[in-house]
């Protein structure tokens, strides 16, 4: 008799069991579909491999001054790909791109005859002092003054514009 009655209870669990992974996969579908391919986001750890491998001296460059020296700039530039032009524009993708490059940014004429590719060393010497480096930019900021606080910064957009070495 006890034993009939498991073998009831277990034939109920094997019956139930399954109804339950039939419904339940049913119902949990939506939470175990693929999510959307959204570039995920890079971890510490990539942004630490990253720093290390940019050229001296960025490489020894300190992200997080870097992420605090942007504050600065935030007020007028973006930096996430596809970000949206503000007073200035986007800056993904501005190391190796030509000054005045942006599509769809409408640059003063000093940026667009400049006629160089953003590198880190043009960088610098722009954000030393964007309006002696460049006269006639509408680039309405006094400059930063530490040279350890422009690397730090240039550091910190390389690692998240997605600069890429020049091929040489
Ligand atoms: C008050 C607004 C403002 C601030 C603050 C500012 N910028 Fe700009 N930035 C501009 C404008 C406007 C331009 C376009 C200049 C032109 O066309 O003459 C520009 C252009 C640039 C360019 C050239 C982009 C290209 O596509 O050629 C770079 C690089 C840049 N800014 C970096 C920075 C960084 C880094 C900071 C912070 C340290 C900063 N800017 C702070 C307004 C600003």
Redo the contacts with the bound molecule.
């Keep these: 008799m006890r034993s009939l009655k498991l073998a009831a209870v277990a034939a109920l669990c094997v019956t139930v069991s399954a109804c339950s992974k039939d419904g339940g996969s049913s119902s949990q579908a939506p939470a175990d579909a693929p999510t959307p391919a959204a570039a995920p986001a890079p971890t510490d750890a990539e942004k630490t491999a990253a720093l290390a491998a940019l050229p001296a001296p960025y490489n020894t460059g300190d992200l997080s001054n870097g992420q605090s020296?942007?504050a600065?700039?935030?007020?007028?530039?973006t930096i996430t790909e596809g970000g949206p032009d503000?007073?200035?524009?986007n800056?993904y993708g501005?190391f190796g791109?030509?000054?005045?490059?942006?599509e769809g940014?409408?640059?003063?004429d000093?940026?667009?005859a400049?006629g160089f590719v953003?590198d880190a060393g043009q960088?610098d010497k722009?954000?030393a002092d964007?309006r002696g480096f460049?006269p006639?930019?509408?680039?309405?900021?006094a400059g930063?003054k530490g040279e350890k606080d422009r690397i730090d910064?240039?550091a910190y957009?390389m690692v998240e514009t997605g600069y890429k070495p020049q091929a040489k």
């Design positions: 020296k942007f600065l700039c935030r007020s007028c530039h503000l007073t200035g524009p800056l501005v791109r030509k000054a005045g490059g942006k940014y409408s640059y003063s000093a940026v667009t400049a953003w960088l722009w954000l964007p460049m006639g930019t509408k680039m309405t900021f930063i910064l240039i957009l």
